[in-house]
């Protein structure tokens, strides 16, 4: 039997690491497997007999791209276990603090982490040499999502301002009038983006994907919405653990998340434009028909395009909220403490993440579950390894490994958060 | 012209064991400070350094590092004459942390004029352990040795090494 190795020792340009193998053996794809060697969950029980009033800034620290997604996981999780809601400027500050981290996360990896694979550079640094104004342009909307980060956050790092119940501080009307600016020149850069991502040049990799994504009758998904798919699937998020399930595979310290009798699903920036489209602002759905896209993409390789789509987007809202802003009265709402359960989902930049949390009646949490969407990805990840070497098989061996590695930061993949680290690793024989 | 101020970075994740012991050196600088100097704290991701240093003329970064070296061993790069080895740097295995930070500033000529990093040789990156009891007493030599070198200049705002 002919049989083929590929090694690849270390997957650079994604948050972590981790290992990927694949084995070819007479040509044909036999196996793909994401490997992921750090033991998981350990937030979930450090968390255990902690305040619940500390779990948003303990969740902010798993991972260093997305702490706002885990804070807004975790207050809206607790908040729906002891029946309260945060509404009005409270709720519309949530939103737009989300939209810095949607704009810090995905600049981050359009500009510096996947462009490079489409302009055949290593790397961003080497990229930088030949296109300055390019990378300099991204750095600079990058810098305005760290800015509303920092505005609401308290700080640019493990942001500390969000609470149960609203948050600790809330800001005036002038320092987020005073954003409004660069927001608007973001704005323009991220129309720039759109346009400069669509003349990548993409392989033609239609895939028939299941999407998961949060759907809300009246805005494009962040905080809040039912759990959706484009095959039928529509669930409050109450419902979660009941339709998707999490299984150990011997290959990875990550669980693997499927939905039940339905299989693998893709969760992300490409679940929610599929899902959402007509939830997108104006300006941003002339942007995707202007680069090419209608309302429906499948090609997990233009997964460029939506994320350049969704930073344009959250610039926009951004605006929005901040023209509608009066500031709010309080900056939080009471939290009476009960021993309650309550859950909750929201869309981190790489898509769903679903917190649990079960408090005791002093306030304790007596236990937590997360399920990021690194971890949710991995199956389709696998498959659209399989399907990917299978196809490109002819391609020369290192010009095969980059498509391979490229294949895999189509998902942005955080490590970090599935677990901690995750070496990939491509193994061809 | 006036001088630059001196900017400090501690770079790390205070639940990982000895991965912290750059924050712990900033923290530790933060309780007692001495000269004119800015003191910050990172996750370690490189664009959010790259802005911090942009425009500055003297920056110290202080990082955990894991070359196989004896655990507390203190580590010093002058980054703006040479490359960072970039395997040792936990970060470097990040998507963009401070290895990839360095050479994208000094590919858009963005570089401090003078970028002194400290790499603090790490026993164990447990998620949820203590820093060992090597890197803390490198965590207290390292913190005299910055305090001695920033006070012997209080009037130039500077460092120098």
């Known amino acids: ?429 | 012209m006036q001088p630059s101020k001196l900017i400090v970075i501690g770079i790390g994740n205070q639940y990982r064991s000895d991965d912290a012991a750059g924050l712990l050196v900033v923290r530790r600088l933060r309780e007692q400070p001495t000269g004119s100097y800015e003191v910050h704290e990172r996750a370690g991701e490189g664009t959010a350094l790259m802005e911090l240093w942009k425009g500055a003329q003297r920056v110290v970064v202080i990082d955990a590092v894991e070359s196989g070296a004896v655990p507390g061993r203190i580590h010093r790069f002058q980054a703006n004459l040479e490359p960072l080895p970039a395997p040792i740097f936990r970060d470097s295995t990040h998507a963009f942390g401070l290895v990839e930070a360095v050479e994208l500033s000094r590919a858009l000529h963005q570089l401090p004029s003078n970028l002194l990093i400290y790499g603090i040789e790490g026993e164990s990156f447990e998620a949820g352990g203590e820093p060992s009891r090597a890197v803390l007493t490198a965590i207290n030599d390292l913190v005299k040795e910055l305090r001695q070198a920033i006070d012997q200049f209080p009037g130039e705002q500077s460092v120098r090494f």
């Open chain 1, 1 to 429: 039997m002919k049989t083929r190795t590929i090694q690849v020792s270390y997957l650079a340009r994604v948050e972590g690491e981790g290992g990927l193998y694949v084995k070819v053996r007479n040509d044909r794809v036999v196996d793909v497997k994401l490997k992921i060697f750090e033991p998981p969950r350990f937030f979930e029980a450090f968390l255990r007999g902690r305040n619940f009033a500390e779990v948003p800034d303990i969740t902010a620290r798993i991972c260093g791209i997305c702490p706002i997604a885990y804070q807004m996981s975790a207050v809206h999780a607790i908040e729906n276990a002891f029946g309260i809601r945060v509404n009005g400027q409270l709720r519309a500050l949530r939103r737009l603090m989300y939209c810095g981290e949607w704009i810090e996360s995905h600049t981050l990896h359009v500009y510096l982490l996947h462009a490079p694979d489409f302009l055949g550079y290593q790397d961003a640094i080497a990229m930088a040499k030949d296109h300055a104004s390019i990378v300099q342009r991204g750095l600079q909307l990058k810098k305005v999502g760290n800015e509303l980060v920092t505005l609401l956050g308290g700080r640019e790092i493990h942001p500390i301002n969000v609470r149960v119940g609203g948050f600790y501080k809330v800001p005036s009307r002038q320092e987020l009038e005073g954003l409004a600016e660069r927001l608007k020149r973001a704005r323009d850069a991220a129309l720039e983006t759109v346009r400069w991502a669509a003349t990548m040049p993409f392989p033609d990799f239609e895939q028939d994907y299941l999407f998961v994504a949060l759907r809300h009758p009246h805005e494009y998904p962040l905080n809040e919405g039912r759990i959706v798919s484009n095959r039928g699937l529509d669930i409050g998020v109450g419902e979660y653990e009941d339709n998707f399930l999490e299984e150990h595979v011997e290959h990875s310290n990550a669980l693997h998340s499927v939905l039940k009798n339905q299989g693998p699903y893709f969760v992300g920036p490409m679940a929610r434009y599929n899902l959402n489209f007509d939830q997108l602002s104006p300006v941003a759905q002339a942007a995707a028909r202007d680069a090419g896209l209608t309302s429906v993409c499948r090609n997990p390789f233009q997964s460029i395009i939506i994320r350049s789509i969704e930073i344009l987007y959250a610039c926009d809202e951004a605006l929005r909220i901040i023209a509608q802003y009066e500031p709010p009265e309080g900056a939080a709402i009471p939290a009476p403490v009960k021993p309650a359960a309550g859950c909750a989902c929201t869309e981190a930049p790489r898509g769903i993440l679903y917190h649990r949390y079960r408090i005791s009646d002093r306030g304790a949490v007596l236990d937590a579950k997360i399920v990021p969407p690194t971890s949710q990805n991995q199956r389709v990840i696998e498959q659209d390894l399989s399907q990917f070497v299978s196809r490109f098989l002819t391609l020369p061996e290192p010009e095969l490994e980059w498509r391979c590695e490229q294949a895999v930061r189509n998902y942005d993949p955080c490590i970090s958060c599935a677990t901690h680290f995750l070496k990939l690793q491509l193994d061809r024989r």
